[in-house]
């Protein structure tokens, strides 16, 4: 199968078509979280972004296995090669088994990652489930000359790697820049050959919890060494994408490369797709800034910095309004105006059940009716251009609030069109759902076909240029507790809580 998607290879730093290695199947893999704590905004994401890529192709007619690992040992403070295990840190604060902290969190993970409606992936293999393919990992790169065992522990050996590889081909870092930038940090003083080296296995320390035996000691495998050896056991040795946010790229991403080429002799990517960062005043969002909203926050409204609750699909209408390759910085403001988009769509596409079928389209409408669908297709095509996608979306909303106010007319074949162009954007790829409003949805739902009915005589009363019998159903509809607003795409209306 021929494609159009170009994305952006991060190895190339360039776009590029999208050409599986083995069409039609496709092999993702993307760096789950570590799960020692509750997802923030800065989870979601890249679990938004990765979920977008897995739902197109998976339209565009690919099987994909689209792997995402849960960290649950290995990954050390700082992202360094010393300190105490971020799981079994939060075990010892709690006084819990580091598996505890790890289910606990996993299962917090998915319960909102479900509420964001991001899909499940394929294959969710665990680190802690993977020590000993980790282990073959260690003895191949051993084996093939390019790491040494030193006091128990096994160290990537950069120098040896670089005279037949380059270190950095990611990252865009040279050899020296990286070690100059590694002079002054003390991980491993004194057991490795150079301070640019990076743990592939760790003997552990007597208060060391989370250990297992292997040839050089009883340890733990490296952070790195994880999706090196999981994405090659469920993806193959070869494979097409493989995903995660911005900051992965140096160190664990590079390292990632050089582990695969030191251990087979080749590359295991074709396209490295990395989401940017969401911020907060300009810093990343992170636990180890301190600065995170979880999303529990989030859907309560329970932070300082926070206005009022923002619901799950708010939040997905609020990444997917940027660019996955963009900076997205947080404020209330931006969130409010993701709230209104996001109710304006669903309004939009609620509506078409009740908009009246003529014989013929007006030309306008005809116009962006047939333009649609091929919009939406070009702007994800293009690198997932989710922004454009939304804007193409609400110029169809405004054809829909034209079309409910009597001021367009559309024939049924073209009624059908717009209606499954934008459920199929909507829905289906960009992964929004209609949300409803808990204690009130009886309500809506029995006086929804009433208020339709009611404002189509308000419609056609205005349209006689009836102003007095207009205004008096949007009184009548006020004082029952119903908003209904006219504005310049048309009219909308609300039950008030």
Not at 24 to 46: E, I, Q
Not at 390 to 418: G, P, Q, R, W
Not at 453 to 471: E, F, G, Y
């Amino acid at each position: 199968m021929e494609s159009k998607l170009v994305i952006y290879n991060t190895l190339t730093r360039q776009k590029e078509r999208f050409e599986p290695l083995h069409a039609p199947n496709v092999g993702m893999y993307v760096c789950g979280p570590t799960v020692y704590g509750d997802p923030h905004l800065g989870h979601a994401r890249p679990a938004i972004t990765f979920d977008l890529v897995f739902r197109y192709l998976k339209h565009l007619g690919y099987k994909v296995r689209y792997v995402r690992n849960i960290t649950d040992v290995g990954h050390l403070e700082h992202d360094a090669d010393e300190g105490e295990d971020k799981i079994a840190k939060k075990a010892r604060l709690e006084q819990l088994e580091p598996m505890e902290i790890a289910q606990y969190y996993t299962n917090r993970y998915h319960q909102y990652m479900d509420a964001l409606n991001v899909l499940r992936p394929s294959i969710e293999p665990h680190a802690t489930g993977h020590i000993i393919e980790q282990q073959q990992l260690v003895q191949q790169i051993l084996d093939n000359g390019f790491a040494y065992e030193s006091n128990g522990s096994v160290y990537f050996d950069i120098e040896a790697y670089n005279k037949k590889f380059k270190y950095g081909i990611l990252s865009g870092r040279s050899l020296e820049n990286i070690k100059d930038a590694s002079r002054d940090n003390l991980d491993g003083v004194g057991e490795k050959h150079n301070q640019a080296d990076f743990a592939l296995w760790k003997k552990a320390q007597p208060e060391h919890i989370m250990r297992w035996p292997s040839p050089w000691s009883d340890g733990f495998p490296g952070w790195h060494c994880e999706c090196t050896a999981m994405g090659r056991k469920y993806l193959g040795e070869e494979f097409d994408i493989h995903g995660g946010g911005m900051d992965l790229i140096f160190p664990h991403h590079e390292c990632e490369i050089a582990q695969a080429q030191a251990s087979m002799g080749h590359p295991a990517v074709k396209y490295w797709m990395h989401n940017n960062m969401l911020t907060i005043n300009g810093q990343k969002m992170g636990k180890s800034y301190n600065n995170f909203i979880t999303l529990e926050q989030f859907f309560t409204g329970n932070h300082e910095l926070l206005e009022k609750p923002y619901s799950p699909m708010t939040i997905r209408f609020f990444v997917l309004s940027a660019h996955y390759r963009g900076t997205v910085d947080f404020s209330n403001e931006a969130l409010q105006a993701a709230e209104k988009g996001y109710e304006k769509l669903m309004n939009a596409i609620g509506d078409l059940d009740r908009v009246q079928v003529s014989d013929k389209c007006d030309a306008e409408t005809e116009k962006v009716v047939k333009a649609l669908r091929q919009k939406c297709y070009d702007a994800m095509n293009d690198d997932l251009a989710t922004p454009l996608v939304l804007s193409n979306l609400f110029e169809a909303c405004t054809v829909v609030n034209k079309l409910i106010d009597h001021k367009a007319t559309i024939c049924a074949d073209c009624l059908k069109e717009l209606s499954e162009t934008m459920r199929l954007f909507a829905f289906d790829i960009l992964g929004l759902k209609e949300e409803k409003s808990g204690s009130n949805d009886s309500r809506e739902e029995a006086f929804g076909k009433v208020v339709d009915m009611v404002l189509d005589l308000r419609a056609k009363a205005k349209a006689n240029k009836d102003w007095a019998t207009s205004d008096q159903i949007r009184d009548a509809l006020a004082a029952a507790g119903f908003e209904v607003k006219d504005t310049k795409d048309g009219v909308t209306w609300k039950l008030n809580k």
